[in-house]
């Protein structure tokens, strides 16, 4: 009966948890540049963000899985050649990649642990070709868009779930180039996608297809030829007649954003010049009905933008984001978590000595757009070798569990232990140790059952790890 009531009162900790909105930022230091395509929610409550990884040994693409505090389950450089754009999670648990090496079009499907099951290549037309947005259909089969060379053309693919094309489908604009960007599907079954087109002027374009890839309708709207530009970063619908379209504005005087609603024939029903931003990168529909978007602002330093907006364009929140102060910050994705909050997927300079070098930098914030300080974890199969935290045995435990650490050199470091709110409820090692491997003890028996953590700080590393109490 006392098991039972422990493993009950557990779950109902579990519960109450998970009903909470997580918010916090994290830096991933890396010893190599890192490029960030663009992060998710995972069925398990988790995270995985999609990065390339730029140099010699440790190269290519990598997948970082999270919990949903945060902290690093795995990392894992599943291919060492392709450059990542973007990642979905399949109704099957799949991971789908989609990317670019040499000239080709690159689908990678991975299970959920990042195993490769497949790897495909493409080419349209014979000309390089080069994948940017994918998305999983709720039948299994996957869509891609993306542009060819010589001449610069729109695309878009339809495939099953093993990565044989079903219909490929080309369009053109008024203009000279053709850039696709992103796309969504509508209830009744249509596929829009917007990007840019470039010519003697730079404008959004959108298109409209069937589910067997007939394109109905492609237009270009925006420029009026006197030195203003604009395109299309994201298209989210918001019923079966409209869609909301932002992307870059910018003029002689200013580089902004647009905020644009359309309706189902592509005629443009406002377009809004959101202040105060210089670039709109990503946006997400949201469940109250409202759409955030992820962008940039230049100030001192360049800052991550948070916008939440109506759909008539009324802005309700912003908020801007900068992970120490001084470094650049660039946003790529936003993405509407469990808890109605969002994921925020970038990267930062922060941490490394030149404006060159690249870290993922990650914001959780609440439905408001609101996240506390940033902390910086460093990715741990990249650490200096002997810099360890080990995972404590025996977990879960009762009473007392061991805890070891090994130092590759002589360091100032704290190993303190925290609960799921984040409050510090005690310091197990604080002060100047000497190279070699530690064990501590850790007594739980003040402490109820539920979820704890533990940290190993070195300098500006931590690495942090979780444990769990059953009485």
């Given at each position: 009966?006392?098991i039972?009531?422990?493993?009950?009162?557990l779950?109902?900790?579990?519960?109450?948890?998970?009903?909470?909105?997580?918010?916090?930022?994290?830096?991933?230091?890396?010893?190599?540049?890192?490029?960030?395509g663009?992060?998710?929610?995972?069925?398990?409550?988790?995270?995985?963000?999609l990065?390339?990884?730029?140099?010699?040994?440790?190269?290519?693409?990598?997948?970082?899985?999270?919990?949903?505090?945060?902290?690093?389950?795995?990392?894992?450089?599943?291919?060492?050649?392709?450059?990542?754009?973007r990642?979905?999670?399949?109704?099957?648990?799949?991971?789908?990649?989609?990317?670019?090496?040499?000239?080709?079009?690159?689908?990678?499907?991975?299970?959920?642990?990042?195993?490769?099951?497949?790897?495909k290549?493409?080419?349209?037309?014979?000309?390089?070709?080069?994948?940017?947005?994918?998305?999983?259909?709720?039948?299994?089969?996957?869509?891609?868009?993306?542009?060819?060379?010589?001449?610069?053309?729109?695309?878009?693919?339809?495939?099953?779930?093993?990565g044989?094309s079903?219909?490929?489908?080309?369009?053109?604009?008024s203009?000279?180039?053709?850039?696709?960007?992103?796309?969504?599907?509508?209830?009744?079954?249509?596929?829009?996608?917007?990007?840019?087109?470039?010519?003697?002027?730079?404008?959004?374009?959108?298109?409209?297809?069937?589910?067997?890839?007939?394109l109905?309708?492609s237009?270009?709207?925006?420029?009026?030829?006197?030195?203003?530009?604009?395109?299309?970063?994201?298209?989210?619908?918001?019923?079966n007649?409209?869609?909301?379209?932002?992307?870059?504005?910018?003029?002689?005087?200013s580089?902004?954003?647009?905020?644009?609603?359309?309706?189902?024939?592509?005629?443009?029903?406002?377009q809004?010049?959101?202040?105060?931003?210089?670039?709109?990168?990503?946006?997400?529909?949201?469940?109250?009905?409202?759409?955030?978007?992820?962008g940039?602002?230049?100030?001192?330093?360049?800052?991550?933008?948070?916008?939440?907006?109506?759909e008539?364009?009324?802005?309700?929140?912003?908020k801007?984001?900068?992970?120490?102060?001084?470094?650049?910050?660039?946003?790529s994705?936003?993405?509407?978590?469990?808890?109605?909050?969002?994921?925020?997927?970038?990267?930062?300079?922060y941490?490394?000595?030149?404006?060159?070098?690249q870290?993922?930098?990650?914001?959780?914030?609440?439905?408001?757009g609101?996240?506390?300080?940033?902390?910086?974890?460093?990715?741990?199969?990249?650490?200096?070798?002997?810099?360890?935290?080990?995972?404590?045995?025996?977990?879960?435990?009762n009473?007392?569990?061991?805890?070891?650490?090994?130092?590759?050199?002589?360091?100032?470091?704290?190993?303190?232990?925290?609960?799921?709110?984040g409050?510090?409820?005690?310091?197990?090692?604080?002060?100047?140790?000497?190279e070699?491997?530690?064990?501590?003890?850790f007594?739980?028996?003040?402490?109820?059952?539920?979820?704890?953590y533990?940290?190993?700080?070195?300098?500006?590393?931590?690495i942090?790890?979780?444990?769990?109490i059953?009485?």
């Amino acid at each position: 009966m006392k098991i039972f009531l422990n493993i009950f009162f557990l779950l109902i900790i579990v519960v109450s948890v998970e009903a909470q909105p997580l918010t916090w930022q994290r830096v991933y230091s890396s010893p190599l540049p890192e490029s960030v395509g663009n992060g998710i929610q995972t069925f398990d409550g988790g995270y995985v963000v999609l990065a390339t990884r730029f140099g010699s040994v440790g190269a290519g693409l990598l997948l970082l899985k999270l919990d949903r505090f945060g902290n690093e389950e795995w990392s894992k450089i599943v291919d060492s050649t392709v450059i990542g754009f973007r990642i979905r999670q399949c109704d099957d648990s799949s991971l789908i990649i989609s990317g670019n090496l040499a000239g080709n079009g690159v689908l990678i499907k991975t299970n959920k642990t990042g195993d490769i099951i497949w790897r495909k290549f493409f080419h349209i037309n014979n000309q390089y070709t080069l994948f940017r947005s994918v998305r999983c259909l709720s039948n299994g089969n996957l869509v891609i868009c993306g542009s060819t060379s010589f001449p610069r053309i729109g695309f878009l693919i339809m495939m099953n779930s093993s990565g044989d094309s079903i219909w490929q489908s080309t369009f053109t604009s008024s203009e000279w180039e053709t850039y696709p960007e992103d796309f969504c599907k509508s209830d009744d079954n249509f596929i829009y996608l917007t990007g840019s087109t470039e010519g003697s002027r730079i404008k959004t374009i959108i298109a409209k297809f069937s589910l067997n890839g007939d394109l109905i309708w492609s237009k270009d709207f925006g420029s009026n030829g006197e030195g203003d530009k604009q395109g299309g970063a994201a298209i989210v619908p918001i019923s079966n007649q409209e869609l909301l379209i932002t992307g870059l504005y910018s003029d002689f005087y200013s580089t902004e954003a647009h905020f644009t609603k359309i309706d189902s024939s592509g005629n443009v029903i406002f377009q809004n010049v959101l202040p105060q931003t210089n670039s709109s990168r990503s946006m997400v529909g949201t469940t109250k009905g409202n759409f955030a978007i992820a962008g940039g602002l230049g100030t001192s330093s360049d800052d991550i933008l948070f916008i939440l907006i109506n759909e008539n364009g009324d802005i309700l929140n912003r908020k801007l984001f900068n992970s120490s102060g001084i470094e650049s910050d660039y946003s790529s994705s936003i993405f509407e978590t469990s808890d109605n909050g969002f994921l925020i997927t970038g990267y930062t300079t922060y941490l490394q000595s030149t404006q060159i070098d690249q870290n993922i930098y990650l914001i959780k914030t609440d439905s408001l757009g609101n996240a506390p300080t940033v902390n910086t974890n460093i990715i741990e199969n990249q650490l200096p070798a002997g810099f360890k935290l080990y995972q404590n045995y025996p977990n879960p435990f009762n009473s007392s569990t061991i805890i070891n650490f090994e130092l590759n050199k002589s360091s100032l470091i704290k190993l303190e232990v925290y609960d799921i709110t984040g409050k510090i409820i005690n310091i197990l090692a604080n002060g100047f140790f000497t190279e070699g491997k530690y064990s501590v003890s850790f007594s739980s028996n003040k402490l109820s059952s539920g979820i704890y953590y533990y940290k190993l700080i070195n300098n500006n590393l931590s690495i942090t790890k979780k444990m769990m109490i059953i009485r």
